[in-house]
């Protein structure tokens, strides 16, 4: 298949920075096989003179079954858990029902550019079979967990650990971190576990080379909760001690940490998934990324769906911007521009969870790419044509989303 338009291209110049350039790209069963820039092609496949040709988007922070609980409004963290999240997450009992949500889910994210995802399923085992089987056969790239909770949590979710790490075992047998779509070690957070849960979690995902995922200092509340549980031990500490800060570990939130707690993420190479829609959605506060930056920690960024309202990842990257702005406001030229949001959403999200051929349009890399048809002049515009694309930005305009080399979305079946 021959994709003809702006190649949006990691900028080699520019560390975190993208540039585009015209061209085309030629697919090759699941791969890109070839890029060439300079030259459009008279005839193409897809795409045009007006096309952006971008990576596909990688979303490291979502729940599926949360998608149809998006806009529940009002309640801090702790109580829309309770009130809210909880009793949607109860339908997985029905794996039937479950199954049929997330592929209506997968459809959502591919029609908005999203072909990489790190999601959490529930606590349900053959849900979260189901979920996995589903996003593999889309053609997603990523992980998805089962969600780990023992207790602190409406009995109806809460499960024994030892069944619990049993069958987080059979799915890391049943879909290995070698795959394109794998298993993660999904504890919900630690007010969910206790740390004797949390340490077998470790060696369980250190056995298996797997991706953690969890929660990490999202609200004040919570932190204090975490403080009551465990003796005062620092939250990021309590993660530490089970063995469960890693370089493939992938913490939402991370607000309120302090230098100690920024030290020990930047040591371990732990990864902070910033979820600016949900921090504001729910009135958690406001990440201060560039200080995590400063400090060396790894940040990714995240939808946080059904926390997150937001399941176009541009947006999210705007809210990024703006979350920014709200630590920065003076300092207009420092905050992070639509270029750095297209690196982050793509090449950054990919390169820090170490997926190889990821996030990228290069020779050899994964064919995971959206053709975009804005109804917009913008590359021939006075305004700098990534940040009129962004602050524009409009989902009808995503044409066509490539996962694994075939055209995911619009849907053929
Ligand atoms: N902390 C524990 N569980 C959740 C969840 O489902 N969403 C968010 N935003 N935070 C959490
Ligand atoms: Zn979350």
Same mark, same amino acid.
């Given at each position: 298949?021959?994709?003809?338009? $702006?190649?949006?291209?990691?900028?080699?110049?520019?560390?975190?920075?993208?540039?585009?350039?015209?061209?085309?790209?030629?697919?090759?069963?699941?791969?890109?096989?070839?890029?060439?820039?300079?030259?459009?092609?008279?005839?193409?496949?897809?795409?045009?003179? #007006?096309?952006?040709?971008?990576?596909?988007?990688?979303?490291?922070?979502?729940?599926?079954?949360?998608?149809?609980?998006?806009?529940?409004?009002?309640?801090?963290?702790?109580?829309?858990?309770?009130?809210?999240?909880?009793? %949607?997450?109860?339908? /997985?009992?029905?794996?039937?029902?479950?199954?049929?949500?997330?592929?209506?889910?997968?459809?959502?994210?591919?029609?908005?550019?999203?072909?990489?995802?790190?999601?959490?399923?529930?606590?349900? $085992?053959?849900?979260?079979?189901?979920?996995?089987?589903?996003?593999?056969?889309?053609?997603?790239?990523? &992980?998805?967990?089962?969600?780990?909770?023992?207790?602190? %949590?409406? #009995?109806?979710?809460?499960?024994?650990?030892?069944?619990?790490? #049993?069958?987080?075992?059979?799915?890391?047998?049943?879909?290995?971190?070698?795959?394109?779509?794998?298993? %993660?070690?999904?504890?919900?957070?630690?007010?969910?576990?206790?740390?004797?849960?949390?340490?077998?979690?470790?060696? *369980?995902?250190?056995? $298996? $080379?797997?991706?953690?995922?969890?929660?990490?200092?999202?609200?004040?509340?919570?932190?204090?909760?975490?403080?009551?549980?465990?003796?005062?031990?620092?939250?990021?500490?309590?993660?530490?001690?089970?063995?469960? *800060?890693?370089?493939?570990?992938?913490?939402?939130?991370?607000?309120?940490?302090?230098?100690?707690?920024?030290?020990?993420?930047?040591?371990?190479?732990?990864?902070?998934?910033?979820?600016?829609?949900?921090?504001?959605?729910?009135?958690?506060?406001?990440?201060?990324?560039?200080?995590?930056?400063?400090?060396?920690?790894? +940040?990714?960024?995240?939808?946080?769906?059904?926390?997150?309202?937001?399941?176009?990842?541009?947006?999210?990257?705007?809210?990024?911007?703006?979350?920014?702005?709200?630590?920065?406001?003076?300092?207009?030229?420092?905050?992070?521009?639509?270029?750095? &949001?297209?690196?982050?959403?793509?090449?950054?999200?990919?390169?820090?969870?170490?997926?190889?051929?990821?996030?990228?349009?290069? %020779?050899?890399?994964?064919?995971?790419?959206?053709?975009?048809?804005?109804?917009?002049? /913008?590359?021939?515009?006075?305004?700098?044509?990534?940040?009129?694309?962004?602050?524009? /930005?409009?989902?009808? /305009?995503?044409?066509?989303?490539?996962?694994?080399?075939? +055209?995911?979305?619009?849907?053929?079946?």
């Amino acid at each position: 298949m021959i994709i003809a338009g $702006h190649l949006l291209l990691p900028d080699d110049d520019r560390p975190g920075h993208v540039r585009l350039s015209p061209g085309h790209l030629r697919l090759d069963g699941e791969q890109i096989a070839e890029v060439v820039e300079g030259e459009m092609p008279n005839t193409c496949d897809a795409g045009g003179p #007006d096309a952006l040709i971008t990576p596909g988007f990688i979303d490291t922070h979502l729940h599926l079954p949360q998608f149809d609980t998006i806009g529940a409004h009002g309640l801090p963290l702790l109580e829309w858990l309770d009130g809210v999240t909880f009793p %949607a997450e109860r339908r /997985w009992e029905d794996t039937g029902y479950a199954r049929a949500m997330t592929q209506r889910v997968v459809g959502q994210l591919l029609a908005h550019g999203t072909t990489g995802i790190c999601a959490y399923a529930t606590v349900h $085992h053959d849900a979260t079979h189901a979920a996995l089987q589903v996003a593999r056969d889309a053609g997603l790239r990523g &992980v998805i967990g089962q969600t780990l909770i023992e207790r602190n %949590a409406p #009995d109806f979710l809460s499960r024994p650990a030892s069944q619990l790490l #049993d069958e987080t075992a059979r799915l890391l047998e049943a879909f290995p971190s070698s795959g394109r779509v794998a298993a %993660a070690v999904t504890p919900r957070f630690a007010v969910t576990c206790t740390a004797g849960f949390m340490a077998e979690m470790g060696k *369980l995902a250190a056995e $298996h $080379h797997a991706f953690i995922q969890s929660h990490l200092a999202e609200t004040v509340p919570e932190c204090e909760l975490i403080a009551e549980l465990f003796d005062g031990t620092s939250y990021v500490d309590v993660y530490g001690n089970a063995g469960l *800060l890693t370089p493939r570990s992938v913490y939402g939130h991370g607000i309120y940490l302090d230098e100690a707690d920024q030290r020990t993420l930047a040591e371990t190479g732990t990864i902070i998934a910033h979820c600016p829609t949900a921090n504001s959605f729910l009135r958690s506060g406001t990440m201060d990324r560039r200080s995590h930056l400063d400090h060396d920690v790894r +940040t990714t960024l995240g939808s946080d769906i059904g926390g997150g309202y937001e399941r176009s990842m541009v947006r999210v990257g705007r809210a990024m911007i703006e979350a920014a702005a709200s630590f920065h406001e003076r300092e207009v030229d420092t905050l992070p521009n639509a270029s750095q &949001v297209w690196w982050q959403i793509t090449t950054g999200n990919a390169e820090a969870l170490g997926w190889p051929g990821g996030g990228r349009l290069a %020779a050899g890399a994964s064919a995971d790419v959206v053709v975009v048809q804005p109804n917009i002049p /913008w590359h021939n515009s006075a305004v700098d044509p990534l940040e009129r694309l962004m602050w524009s /930005w409009d989902d009808r /305009w995503v044409q066509r989303t490539i996962a694994r080399g075939q +055209t995911a979305y619009p849907s053929t079946g």
